[in-house]
C-alpha cells in the first residue's frame, strides 16, 4: 500500500482511465467526488494528492446522520408555535402576533425604568431564588385578592414566584405537576403554547367545550370525573384566541368542580391589564380558600415582549413543588429585569400607559371590526370581545383556514389559521385576527387584502 | 342548634369557665386558637361571635390536605441546589457558593452596559427566538473553534442559541434529549445542579470515575457499552467540585468513545473565564467533525448572577431539536439582557475586567492554600486546579462532610460538603472550598474556623 497513505499522489486521469477502463468523464467526476468530500486535494499544477484519513468525520462534510438514532421521534407541538412567534417578513401587514405592536408599547417609560436599574448595582448581585419580595408583594397586591388586606383566600407576597415571562411559568407548572402520560384538559379551542408544552411533556390532552360565557361547568366537572385529571389549564379573562371571559355565574361552579375532583386548575391571567370594555372581574385565585388554583399573570403582554417577567402565585405544597422545579429549570430571574419591572410598575408612567393603552386597543378592536363589516361583513363577530387582542372570526363552513392563511400571505396581510388552537377537530374553520399588532390604517388596507384572499380562494 | 350558627354571640369566658370546669386560661387560650382559625371574631366591647361555616375550606385555615393526593410523590435532588443556592446568614464568613463576589463583579462596567441598553427602545420588541445574531456570532467566536474563522467542525452563528443562563442551557439539553428512564452518564463527583435536573427528569444517572486528569477514557468507553446511554454531561475545564481539567492526551480518546457510541456529550464550558494558570485548552466541541458535542458556554460566573445569559450550542439536527425545546420553554430571552450582554462583552471594560479577575482569583486561591496550610496541613490539596472557583479538599477518612458542615456554619463559616457532589457513594469525604466568594482577609478567618469546627468534631 506504499504511496496510497496522506500526501500520495493520485495517478493521473488518463492512467486511471487506462487502468478502470473507465471514460475519461467518470474518471474526472470521481475525482471532483472526492475532492468534494475532503478526501483528495487538488494541487493545481501538481496533480491531485490525498488529503487525509478517509473517515467521514474528517471530511469538510459534517455527518450528522447518527443524530437520527439518537435523538428518536420528534416531539410534537413545535411547528405552530414557531409559527406563531415568527416575525413577519416585511411589507406584510400583521393582523397576527401575540404582542403589542412597538408604537402601543410604554417605550419611554420602559427605558426610564431600565436606567434606574443601571444605577443600582445591587440588582446584579444574587436575591432570593424566588424573586424579590417587594416585586412578588406587588404581584400578590394586583390579583386584588382579599389576602394581600389580610382576608382569607387569595395570594400573598410568599405565595408568589417570579419567571421569566408567561411561558416559562407555565413550563414550569405543567412539567412540575405532571408525569408524561397523565392528561391535561383544556378549554378548547385555547391557547396553542399549552398545547405545544403539553406534547413535548408527553401528556394527553383532552379538549372541554367552551363557548361564549368560557368553559361550560357540567362538560369541565363530567370530564374530571371520566379521564380523573388533576389539572385544568384556561383563560377566564379574555381567552386566547375565543376572546370570552368566564361567565359570573359561572365561576363558582369551575372552581366546585376542580374542588370536588381534588385537581389544580392553572388560571393563566395573561391578559388582565388589556380590559377594554368596563371593569375586568377578579381572578379566580381571589376566591380559592384551599389553593385549588395556580396562578400565572405576565407583564410582558402589556408592557413589551422584552419584558420577560411573569409571576406563578400557588399555596400550600404545590407553592413548594413549584419553587423546587423552578429551582432546577432556571435558579433565578435576573435581577436588572427585576428591579426595572418594579421601577416601571410603581412609575406614574404606568398608570397612564394602561389608560393610553385601553383607549388604543379600543380604536383598533373597533376600527378591525369596522373594517369586516366593510369588506368581509360575513366574518364580522356577533359579539367583540371585551379585553384582550383578537378577534376570533368564524369562516364560513367548508373554508380552508390554512389554506385562507396562505393566500393572505401572498396577498401581503398575515393572519392565523384557527385549526393549531384545537385540540382535537375543530368545530367549525376559524381565523385569529389581532388587532393589536397593526395601526388602524393598517388594519384597514390589511382586511382589504383579506377579502382579495378570500375572494381567490373561495 | 339555635344560637350556634353565624353571628351567634359565644357564652363569656366567667360562663365557658363554670360551664367546662376549665381554668380561665384554658379557656382564653381556646377562644384565642378558634379567632386564629378564623371560627369565631372577637369584637372589642362586644364579645365573641361565630365568624362564618366551620367547614374547611371557608375558614381562615386553608385546607390543602387534598393537594397530598394531587401532587403524588415528590421528585428527588432538589435539596441539594436549594441549599447551593441559599444566601449565607449574616456573619459567616462563606467558603460556599457558585458566583463571584460582588467586589469581583465587573459592576461599572454591567451598570455602563445596561445604561447604554436603556437608550436602545428597540432592544424591548420582539427579535429572533433563537437571540441575536451579533450575540450567537460573540459566543460562537468565543468558543475559539476553526468554524469562525471558516475551517471545518466547531460552532457557527447559526449553531449558537441564547439562554437564560446556564442552568436553563442545561434543563433544555436535557429535557429535549432524553425520556423518562433514559440513562445519563456523569463524571463523578460532578456538578449537582446536573444531578437534581436529572432525578427531576426520571433520569438514570450512572456515574463515570474520573481523577485529576478528568473523566477516565476507557471507563467512559465501557460505561458507553455497557448502559447503551446516548448523554454524556462534563465539565472538561475547572471541573466542578473537583478542579480537574481533561488532560491533553484524553482528549481525543473521549471523543472516540463518544463517536463510538452514536452518542451526544455535553460540554458545560462554565468556567472558561475563571482561568488562572496559563492558557485554557480550547473547548472539545472545536474538535467536533460531526456534532457529537453539545457546548454551553454561560457569562453568568465570569461577570455577575444577575447577567443570566448563556449560548447553547449544537449542530445538525439536535441543534433543531434544542431550538423547539428552548421555544416551548420560555420563547426568547429578555431583549434588554441581550443587548445589555452585548455592550459588556464588546466593550473595552471585558477585558480588563477578565485579567483583574485571573490575577483577583490567584490570590484569593493562593490565601486559601495557605490558610490551610497554616491552619489544616493535611486538607491541602496535592494540586491546585489552573482556573475555576473551588478547592476540592479531601478529608481524613471516616470524617462526616456533612457534620463538618453543620458544625463549620455554627462557628460562622460556610463550606459545602461533598457528599451531594457523587451520584452514588462517595470514594472519600471531602469539602469544596470556595476562595470567589469571601476577599483574603476573611478567606484567613474562615479557615480558622473551620479547623476549630474540625477540633470539635474530631
Known amino acids: ?89 416585511a411589507g406584510a401587514i400583521p393582523l397576527s402576533g401575540g404582542y403589542l405592536d412597538v408604537e402601543l408599547q410604554p417605550t419611554a417609560a420602559l427605558g426610564a425604568a431600565l436606567a434606574r436599574a443601571a444605577r443600582q448595582p445591587a440588582s446584579w448581585a444574587r436575591g432570593p431564588v424566588e424573586g424579590r419580595p417587594d416585586l412578588r408583594a406587588w404581584f400578590a397586591r394586583s390579583t386584588g385578592s382579599a389576602a394581600a388586606s389580610g382576608g382569607a383566600g387569595g395570594l400573598r407576597e410568599d405565595d408568589m414566584l417570579l419567571c421569566a415571562g408567561g411561558q416559562a411559568a407555565l413550563s414550569t407548572v405543567v412539567r412540575a405537576l405532571t408525569s408524561p402520560g397523565d392528561t391535561l384538559l383544556v378549554e378548547s379551542p385555547t391557547y396553542l403554547g399549552i398545547l405545544a408544552l403539553a406534547r413535548s411533556a408527553g401528556l394527553r390532552v383532552v379538549p372541554v367545550p367552551a363557548d361564549a360565557d368560557g368553559v361550560r361547568p357540567d362538560q369541565l366537572e363530567a370530564a374530571l370525573a371520566y379521564t380523573g385529571a388533576r389539572l385544568f389549564y384556561c383563560q377566564p379573562l379574555y381567552a386566547n384566541p375565543s376572546g370570552a371571559t368566564l361567565a359570573p355565574g359561572r365561576r363558582a361552579s369551575v372552581l366546585a368542580a376542580v374542588r370536588a375532583a381534588g385537581a389544580f386548575l392553572i388560571e393563566d ?76 410598575v410603581t412609575s406614574p408612567g404606568w398608570d397612564r400607559h394602561r389608560r393610553a393603552l385601553r383607549a388604543a386597543l379600543r380604536t383598533r378592536r373597533d376600527a378591525l371590526a369596522s373594517a369586516l363589516a366593510r369588506h368581509l361583513p360575513d366574518l364580522v363577530p356577533s359579539v367583540l370581545p371585551r379585553g384582550g387582542l383578537h378577534l376570533w372570526v368564524r ?32 368545530q367549525a374553520p376559524h381565523l385569529r385576527l389581532t388587532y393589536a399588532a397593526a395601526a388602524p390604517d393598517l388594519i384597514e388596507e390589511g382586511v382589504r387584502r383579506l377579502a382579495r384572499a378570500m375572494a381567490k380562494t373561495s
Chains 1, 2 share one sequence.
Open 1 to 89: 500500500m506504499a504511496g496510497s497513505g496522506v500526501g500520495a499522489r493520485l495517478p493521473s486521469v488518463r492512467e486511471l482511465t487506462a487502468r478502470h477502463q473507465a471514460s475519461p468523464v467518470t474518471v474526472a467526476a470521481a475525482i471532483r467526488q472526492l475532492v468534494a468530500e475532503g478526501l483528495v486535494e487538488a494541487r493545481p499544477g501538481q496533480g491531485t494528492f490525498v488529503s487525509g484519513a478517509p473517515s467521514p468525520g474528517r471530511s469538510g462534510t459534517p455527518e450528522f446522520s447518527w443524530q437520527t438514532v439518537a435523538l428518536g421521534e420528534r416531539r410534537a407541538g413545535e411547528d405552530e408555535l414557531r409559527a406563531l412567534l415568527a416575525l413577519p417578513p
Open 269 to 344: 391571567d395573561y391578559a388582565r391589564d388589556l380590559t377594554i370594555d368596563g371593569e375586568a372581574p377578579p381572578p379566580l385565585a381571589a376566591d380559592d380558600p384551599d389553593g385549588h388554583v395556580i396562578h400565572i399573570r405576565s407583564l410582558t403582554k402589556s408592557a413589551a415582549p422584552g419584558l420577560r417577567i411573569a409571576a406563578l402565585g400557588a399555596r400550600g405544597p404545590a407553592g413548594a413543588r413549584l419553587r423546587s422545579a423552578r429551582l432546577v429549570d432556571d435558579f433565578f430571574v435576573a435581577g436588572p429585569l427585576q428591579q426595572a419591572t418594579l421601577e416601571l
Open 395 to 426: 369562516l364560513p363552513d367548508g373554508t380552508d383556514d390554512i389554506g385562507l392563511s396562505a393566500a393572505a400571505a401572498a396577498e401581503g396581510v398575515i393572519v392565523f389559521p384557527g385549526r393549531p388552537w384545537y385540540p382535537a377537530e375543530p
